[in-house]
Every structure is written in structure tokens, then in C-alpha cells.
């Protein structure tokens, strides 16, 4: 069978490059340390009555009096969200049937905010409301930050640099780019809690202290960026 001189027979595919064109495969990695530009912090609210009524009561007043004075930092806080939400009744533990002691009523609320310097009086104000639990904050960087990009900017330069060192070791030097694979480009740091996880604020106490506490001075914790590529190159004849 002869091949029609108008549709040569393609060229054999070399994975692993020829003599006249070797090809050279590296990693190139980039680690990056900068400033969080988001904090959350998770409130949790808490109430307790003798019957459902009184205890929902108490729940959903407390609930708006957090949302209230989050909503009251306007900007600062970029995103509220209201999460789990339930009243449980609470058996007696002696005596026969289904005896109701108590209902016990929890509403969890997420916040997050871009602006640190509200972030330690907000913490603290959030903490001295009756029966309100604050957790965090927990530190990160938008999923849009720039930084991501600058990693893999960096990365790859890497992966150039590495290539071109071991060509030049041959005495070549690269001549194109055959492919360039992302791995984990963004593989930040898990977020770390960065201070104590607040407290309940007892009704029983609600009314010990006529002063607001001070604000908590909260430190950001910086945030590590992590990208990975693979590249593979041809280069030049070496001389051997």
C-alpha cells in the first residue's frame, strides 16, 4: 500500500523526546506567606425554659440582639449567615414516662469580616451577651486573591529556571514548551483557630458589671499560599 504524497504519513510521536530534541521534565513549586483578608467567627446562642414557649421566646430575642448588633458594623462585616437552628426537650431522668424537664434552644450564626480593626470590640461585645458562645476567629484569603495568581506566577518561573539549569548542565538550553500541568495550585494552609474560643455569658451574671469589657487584641495570623506545576521542555543538542 503506498501513501498519497499529498497526506504524508504523520511523524512517530517520542514521549520521551529524540537525540536532535531531548526533552526535559521538572516540578516547579512557589510558597507564599501574606496577610488574611478575611476572619470568621461563629456565634453560638443559647436558651433554656420550662415550656417551648418561653424558651423560643427567649432564643428568638437573643438571636435578633446578636443579628442587630452585627448588622449595626455595616461593611466591615461582609457576610452573615444563619445556620443550624434547634429546640430539644430535655427528659426527666427518673420516674416513668415521657415527663418534659426542660427545652433547651440553640441557634449557630457565621459572620465574616474584612475589617480586623472591628473585628476584637465586635468579638468582645458578641461574648458579654447572655448565654452567647463566640468561636474563632478563623483566618483566610478569598478564593480571588491575588496572591493564588502570584504563586503560580512564581511556580512556574521556577519550573523554567530548574529546566533551564539542567539543560545548561548539558550544555544546551531550552528550546520550547511541551506542557505545563497544575497541581494544587491553591493549597492554602488549613485555617488554624488564632485565639480562645470566647465564653458563655451567664444571665446570672448579666448584670455584674456596669462597663463594657475591653476589646480583645487579635493578632491576624498570616496565611501560606502553595502552588505546584509540572512542565516539560525540549531543548537543544546537548554536548556531550
Do not use: C
Not at 517520542?14 to 470568621?40: K, Q
Not at 443579628?67 to 449595626?72: A, E, G, P, Q
Amino acid at each position: 500500500m503506498t501513501q498519497d504524497a499529498t497526506h504524508p504519513t504523520p511523524a512517530a510521536h517520542h514521549p520521551y523526546g529524540t537525540p536532535e530534541a531531548p526533552r526535559v521534565a521538572v516540578r516547579g513549586e512557589a510558597h507564599l506567606e501574606v496577610d488574611p483578608e478575611i476572619a470568621r467567627i461563629g456565634i453560638t446562642v443559647t436558651a433554656r425554659g420550662t415550656d417551648r414557649r418561653t424558651a423560643l421566646e427567649d432564643l428568638t430575642r437573643r438571636n435578633n440582639t446578636v443579628l442587630d448588633l452585627l448588622k449595626s458594623y455595616g461593611e466591615p462585616v461582609e457576610k452573615l449567615e444563619t445556620g443550624a437552628f434547634s429546640i430539644t426537650p430535655e427528659l426527666t431522668r427518673h420516674g416513668r414516662g415521657e415527663r418534659i424537664r426542660a427545652y433547651h434552644g440553640t441557634v449557630r450564626i457565621t459572620a465574616e469580616l474584612n475589617d480586623f480593626t472591628a473585628l476584637g470590640e465586635l468579638t468582645t461585645r458578641l461574648a458579654d451577651l447572655d448565654l452567647t458562645r463566640v468561636d474563632g476567629p478563623w483566618w483566610a484569603l478569598r478564593p480571588t486573591s491575588p496572591a493564588h495568581g502570584e504563586a503560580r506566577r512564581q511556580a512556574v518561573l521556577e519550573a523554567v529556571q530548574r529546566a533551564r539549569a539542567y539543560a545548561r548542565a548539558l550544555g544546551a538550553d531550552l528550546a520550547a514548551l511541551v506542557e505545563l500541568a497544575d497541581l494544587d495550585a491553591e493549597n492554602a494552609a488549613p485555617l488554624a483557630m488564632a485565639a480562645p474560643a470566647g465564653a458563655y455569658r451567664s444571665m446570672t451574671f448579666a448584670g455584674a458589671e456596669d462597663e463594657a469589657a475591653p476589646p480583645l487584641d487579635l493578632e491576624p495570623q498570616r496565611q501560606t499560599v502553595h502552588a505546584q506545576v509540572n512542565a516539560r521542555f525540549t531543548m537543544t543538542p546537548p554536548q556531550l
